[in-house]
């Protein structure tokens, strides 16, 4: 994984753990990525094609961003996310992203991730309006709610 992020966390960890006795590890899964292409790419997880290989089903939602306020305020809809959850805990597990400011937008997904949360957690934050990284909230609605049915500050 070339991030300059990653050979710093590792090599901290592995300072801590040589003269700290630390036992910090690195969970791979928890880390992101991202293409700055236009519209930017970014990930983080494990993907839909990954977890059906695995498991054979998967709870995964895909939203457009012109479901995004933001996304038609500032004339920018292409793109989507989508979001992964594991079938036995309804944890998110991966999130996927081509839409403008995705690389900033991956490491709220990351947070998700790393924490255990589920869709219900997501929904239960509250998120500033409007913003791009409200498509985190608007994919974790999905699995419970109608796009049609979503609106913009209550539920």
Known sequence: MPLETVAAKQGNFAVRNMFENAK????YEEIPSAIFTSP??????????????RYKTCLCRTITI???????IVKD????IRMVLDHKTNRVIGVHIVAPMAA??????????K?????????????I??????????????????LDDMACCVE
């Not at 809809?77 to 989507?80: C, N, V």
Request: hydrophobic fraction near 35%.
């Open 24 to 27: 910090k590890t690195i969970n």
């Open 40 to 53: 930017e790419v970014a990930v983080v997880g494990i993907g839909e094609e990954e977890y059906m290989k």
């Open 66 to 72: 012109d479901h995004v306020e933001k996304a038609g």
């Open 77 to 80: 809809t292409r793109g989507k």
């Open 104 to 113: 900033d937008i991956i490491t709220t997904a990351t947070y998700a991730i």
């Open 115 to 127: 924490n255990k949360m589920t869709p219900d957690d997501i929904r239960d934050t509250v998120h």
């Open 129 to 146: 309006f409007p913003t791009m990284s409200e498509m985190i909230k608007k994919v974790a609605q999905s699995f419970t709610q109608s």
